[in-house]
T-cell receptor, first 112, second 116 residues
Framework: AQSVTQPDIHITVSEGASLELRCNYS??????LFWYVQSPGQGLQLLLKYFSGDTLVQGIKGFEAEFKRSQSSFNLRKPSVHWSDAAEYFC??????????FGTGTRLKVLA | NAGVTQTPKFQVLKTGQSMTLQCAQDMNHNSMYWYRQDPGMGLRLIYY???????DKGEVPNGYNVSRLNKREFSLRLESAAPSQTSVYFC???????????????FGSGTRLTVV
């Protein structure tokens, strides 16, 4: 069955430090992969997406993600975190039908 | 501003009451969706509408009904609210049909529903 796992429920980093949020998926075919961000009290905003081509994709707000087929991973990275990045981050898989499967989310806390 | 608008933002219901959550998008998107978000469970699809005039069940449709009133509007109805339906509800839309998994969604800001 298709699934998305975000192993870290909470992550805390200091402002200016680098960030990596993990996402592992299980899917039989080539997946379409997404990262969304949710600020408190807001809906989800698309950060970036991968569906083919270059395995390193750039998104908004300085985020990037790398698709690694051998590891079934699509980790989100940012070289230097800003306090405004504090939010909840969701990885999702699009299967080519209507179903997006969302991970359970990783809540990021940024220390000043 | 263009986007997905949900009303109301907050609602408290008593068990057994009914209500309708409203959603409208002004991006001329074909497909619309209703999700619920619960702590530790991510987002789960309740119902979706591939295009005007069609609706289909998602992962957790029990206790809900939907109406795709026109291309812009997609409402979610709770006929007899239960405490298990306490959640944050999100409406979303996408440009092309549901078969195109490459297209990201545009989300509304959510409705926080409490059933007591």
């Amino acid at each position: 069955a298709q699934s998305v796992t975000q192993p870290d429920i909470h992550i805390t980093v200091s402002e200016g430090a680098s960030l990596e949020l993990r996402c592992n998926y299980s899917y039989g075919a080539t997946p379409y992969l997404f990262w969304y961000v949710q600020s408190p009290g807001q809906g989800l905003q698309l950060l970036l997406k991968y569906f083919s081509g270059d395995t390193l994709v750039q998104g908004i707000k300085g985020f990037e993600a790398e698709f690694k087929r051998s590891q079934s991973s699509f980790n989100l990275r940012k070289p230097s975190v800003h306090w405004s990045d504090a939010a909840e981050y969701f990885c999702a898989v699009g299967s080519g039908t209507y179903k997006y499967i969302f991970g359970t989310g990783t809540r990021l806390k940024v220390l000043a | 501003n263009a986007g997905v608008t949900q009303t109301p933002k907050f609602q408290v219901l008593k068990t057994g009451q009914s209500m309708t959550l409203q959603c409208a998008q002004d991006m001329n998107h074909n497909s619309m969706y209703w999700y619920r978000q619960d702590p530790g469970m991510g987002l789960r699809l309740i119902y979706y509408s591939a295009s005007e005039g069609t609706t289909d069940k998602g992962e957790v449709p029990n206790g809900y009904n939907v109406s795709r009133l026109n291309k812009r509007e997609f409402s979610l109805r709770l006929e007899s609210a239960a405490p298990s339906q306490t959640s944050v509800y999100f409406c979303a839309s996408s440009e092309r049909g549901v078969v195109d998994g490459r297209i990201g969604y545009t989300f509304g800001s959510g409705t926080r529903l409490t059933v007591v």
